[in-house]
């Protein structure tokens, strides 16, 4: 299924921009490397958003630049979430928004069966399972509760984001719509960082790695966006959220971070029971 394949790429391209997170969240603030990521991304799509044939109308357009909001306020939590608690917390619950996309989904008329909602719970137990057992230092139980709850949103925005996105996206105008998403979610985070009276200008010595961030970002959203033009475009959302999965298997891989038997085992179980969605 087409909607799978553009959901696994996009996890792949967010679970190496979450290891980024961590990094410029816990360094060097939120909303400066935010902003730096939404610009960057901006600039990629650009001139592919700007050179598509199609063009939205004027209902499409209100509902992605929607999207673009809910974006940018989700990729702030998401950001002070990773901020706070390492990834075996906060991971876990951002990677449940699956489950309030495929239930939008079958609330517009697009139910899934009980063998489809069994393997979207098996991702999400398999990416829990995996990123639960990752080896990190205790924190606060206050640092925990402010986590879990940041994760919350995050979660709760992701799947609104993407299921205005791939509702803006269903009438086949989906590579223009992705600047003007884009747009609205960096404008989001500059209101967010007037608010905050915090500055939106990042380091120029981060600049690299938030450049490879954005590319990482707009690649993501523009995939799980795309596929609102396909058939189950919720399924595409489904396979994205294993980015967490994919996070601490790179961790495994390039930081040589310790996995255990039990925890490659759930690694394919999950990318079993997304084929399965695909079937």
């Not at 967010?14 to 990521?37: E, K």
């Not at 079958?106 to 979207?120: N, P």
């Amino acid at each position: 299924m087409l909607s799978l394949g553009l959901g696994m790429i996009a996890a792949l391209a967010w679970g190496v921009h979450d290891l980024c997170v961590r990094h410029v969240s816990q360094n060097r603030g939120i909303i400066a490397p935010l902003t730096g990521v939404m610009v960057f991304g901006a600039m990629l799509v650009a001139p592919v958003s700007l050179s598509a044939e199609i063009r939205p109308d004027g209902t499409a357009l209100r509902i992605a630049l929607a999207a673009g909001v809910l974006y940018g306020l989700a990729g702030y939590a998401l950001y002070l979430a990773f901020s706070i608690g390492p990834v075996r917390l906060v991971a876990p619950v951002i990677g449940a928004y699956p489950v309030l996309s495929v239930a939008w989904a079958g609330m517009t008329g697009q139910a899934a069966s009980i063998d489809q909602w069994l393997a979207v719970l098996l991702i999400i137990a398999g990416v829990g399972f995996v990123v639960g057992r990752s080896d990190e230092s205790a924190e606060s139980k206050g640092g925990r509760l402010r986590a879990v709850l940041w994760s919350v949103a995050a979660a709760a925005g992701f799947a609104a984001t993407f299921a205005t996105g791939q509702a803006a996206a269903s009438g086949g105008a989906e590579v223009a719509l992705l600047l003007p998403t884009r747009l609205a979610a960096l404008a989001t985070v500059l209101v967010l960082a007037a608010v905050l009276r915090q500055s939106p200008i990042p380091p120029l010595r981060v600049v690299p790695v938030l450049m490879l961030m954005g590319v990482l970002d707009a690649l993501a959203l523009a995939m799980v966006l795309v596929a609102g033009g396909v058939p189950r475009p919720e399924f595409a959302s489904v396979a994205a959220s294993a980015f967490g999965l994919v996070t601490v298997v790179l961790a495994a891989l390039v930081l040589r971070e310790r996995m255990g038997a039990a925890q490659w085992g759930a690694v394919c179980m999950v990318f079993a029971a997304i084929g399965y969605l695909g079937v």
